[in-house]
């Protein structure tokens, strides 16, 4: 019995609940972020994760930060491979927990900055990014596959077109 309960604690917490695969890891309090170097667990609301199919890991403090690092991954991570990385997750605005970024739904030109200043803000619907886009001035929604190389320098540099 003991062992049962134990087991469904873990799977509680390795599990999101209602899905199949196991959540992201969490960053160890001194990790880095890759691209610019800030402690990433100090910004639990902002955590990007990036996880290989190996299972190693790499954490962002934003999702700015991921985009840079997954338009260049051999500069931020040498000996990796785009093409190796399995999952990828962003920390939903709202829910404080991390999605899917390639189901997100990215809001830029807010006045909602993250550690690094503009960012894309993830959100888990389009109702939910069209909501923040009105609450907080957002100027464009995304998509993941619509976030180009240049907007994370458009978003350092202020521009929001």
């Not at 990433?40 to 290989?52: L, Q, R």
């Not at 109702?127 to 100027?139: I, K, P, S």
Request: proline share 7%.
């Amino acid at each position: 019995m003991r062992r049962r309960l134990v087991l469904a604690a873990f799977l509680a917490l390795a599990l999101p609940a209602g899905a199949g695969e196991p959540a992201f890891p969490k960053p160890a309090p001194r990790d880095l972020c890759p691209v610019c170097g800030m402690v990433v667990g100090k910004y639990p609301a902002w955590i990007a994760t990036v996880v290989y199919k190996d299972g190693h890991a790499h954490h962002f403090d934003g999702a700015k930060d991921l985009f840079k690092y997954l338009f260049d991954v051999p500069r931020y991570a040498r000996g990796h491979r785009a093409e190796d990385i399995a999952r990828i997750g962003v920390t939903e605005y709202y829910e404080l927990k991390r999605i899917d970024a390639r189901q997100a739904w990215f809001v830029i030109g807010s006045e909602v900055t993250g550690p690094m200043g503009h960012e894309l803000i993830p959100l888990a619907s389009r109702a939910d990014a069209e909501e923040f886009l009105r609450d907080h001035q957002g100027r464009r929604i995304l998509r993941f596959n619509e976030v180009g190389k240049e907007i994370p320098a458009k978003l350092d540099a202020g521009r929001f077109d």
